[in-house]
């Protein structure tokens, strides 16, 4: 386990501690993990609100009080895999995710938590700030699981969700045109928002109430992160054989409606202005989560690349001849 200042980078296989919550009862909770069973996923826990009958799922009565009352933020920068983490832990648990925006494609999609933040109710709250959300002020309170990426695809991801909402993939010309637009003035924003809302997490809300989770290591190893690092940040026992079958039914077979994920067809070519950019602006903030730029495909630029917005509100009177007819 590598810590780089109070940030747990897990090795493949390491198991890393629990983090520590402004109360003991769930700090250093780790569970032994069951060894693989054979799998009966016809029956899964149908999803419902928070509730004090869901108290025998966490390793005792006074983790689960304290849960009930101290909220657990779920933190990311847009396009980081919150969606996804918030599917993984109701598929867990049984019990809903909230979050301080009211998304209505996901309010229909099987997230009814949507602008639920209350800790009695719902098990960890979706937040952007301080990346979006300039008028909402920063959290205070409470613990926090941040999910974080790498910056090149957290705002490729982002790029295209401003495009086509959640589900819709983005054609790659006019992601690359989004990006490059104004000589890359809209990446650069995006960046300058990964940044603050990096810092903000890693330096101003209290170490000890936090704990980052990498996207890239929940993606390549997401039976393993969710046992041992997400599930018991919460305090849900992980022993339970309950916990574990619903976990490796939902890695099996995944339940998440496809209306609130995307999957690209293939990977997306960068190009080295685009990488240059990203250096220049996060570099050593990057590194300092273990992020460099190997492995990424780069492509030649287009010659000529036309700005592309995604709404009509970025529509501004500079860039107006550039502006894609379609």
Request: proline share 7%; with cysteine.
């Amino acid at each position: 386990v590598s810590l780089l200042s109070g940030v747990a980078i897990l090795a493949p296989g390491a198991l890393a501690p629990a983090a520590a919550t402004a109360d003991s009862a769930t700090a250093g909770a780790t569970s032994s993990i069951a060894p693989p069973q054979p799998l009966n996923c016809s029956k899964r826990e149908k999803p419902h609100w928070f509730s004090q009958a869901d108290c025998s799922k966490f390793i005792s009565k006074d983790v689960c009080k304290l849960r009930r009352s101290r909220r657990v933020w779920l933190a990311s920068f847009p396009g980081s895999g919150n969606t996804w983490l918030r599917h993984l832990l109701q598929s867990a648990t049984g019990m809903y995710t909230g979050s301080v925006y009211r998304d209505t494609q996901l309010l229909n999609g099987g997230y009814p938590g949507e602008a639920n933040t209350s800790a009695s109710s719902v098990l960890g709250v979706k937040t952007h700030v301080p990346a979006i959300g300039s008028a909402t002020p920063p959290p205070e309170e409470g613990d926090a699981l941040v999910v974080i990426r790498h910056p090149a695809w957290a705002i490729l991801s982002y790029t295209s969700f401003e495009a086509g909402g959640h589900a819709e993939n983005t054609a790659d010309d006019r992601l690359y045109a989004t990006m490059a637009c104004g000589n890359f003035s809209g990446l650069r924003e995006k960046l300058s928002a990964w940044k603050r809302h990096t810092e903000f997490w890693l330096n101003e809300f209290p170490e000890a109430s936090r704990r980052f989770v990498r996207y890239e290591d929940l993606k390549s190893r997401t039976e393993e992160i969710l046992l041992r690092e997400a599930l018991p940040y919460f305090g849900v026992d992980t022993a339970k054989p309950a916990i574990v079958r619903a976990v490796r039914c939902e890695v099996r077979d995944s339940t998440q409606p496809k209306g609130t994920k995307r999957v690209r067809p293939k990977p997306f070519q960068f190009t080295a202005q685009i990488l240059a950019v990203i250096e220049d602006s996060v570099g050593p903030l990057m590194r300092h989560f273990n992020y460099t730029m190997e492995g990424i495909g780069v492509q030649p630029a287009p010659d000529k690349p036309r700005c592309c917005f995604a709404y009509a509100g970025d529509y501004d009177e500079e860039h107006k001849d550039d502006l894609d007819p379609d």
